[in-house]
Nanobody, 118 residues
């Protein structure tokens, strides 16, 4: 099983980045996909979810209207489009794949650094 994030980098406030997470080794379409982030000195926090069944999405309040999660089941890839970035969005962003049935499975990527600074 592998989750490989890419697309992070340094961007100025107000800028945009698109993160990608390429998955392999499991049935991608059967898993809900999430993005989390962890800023220095803080706990990891959930950012966004794309469910497996309906493809519905949900977001952390502070990113609603700025971030968009999407998935391409044909490419086994999940994306996070981040617009209007703020310095407080600076963190390592992690991709997560989760399944609850028939048994719980949780897979994590290695993370990609996003730095928002002028």
């Amino acid at each position: 099983v592998q989750l490989v994030e890419s697309g992070g980098g340094l961007v100025q406030p107000g800028g945009s980045l698109r993160l990608s997470c390429a998955a392999s080794g499991f049935t991608f379409s059967s898993y809900s996909m999430r993005w989390y982030r962890q800023a220095p000195g803080k706990e990891r926090e959930w950012v966004a979810t794309s469910t497996s069944a309906s493809g519905s999405t949900d977001y952390l309040d502070s990113v609603k209207g700025r971030f968009t999660i999407s998935r391409d089941n044909a490419k086994n890839t999940v994306y996070l489009q981040m617009n209007s970035l703020r310095p407080e969005d600076t963190a390592v962003y992690y991709c997560n794949a989760r399944r609850l049935f028939p048994s719980r499975r949780d897979y994590w990527g290695q993370g990609t650094q996003v730095t928002v600074s002028s």
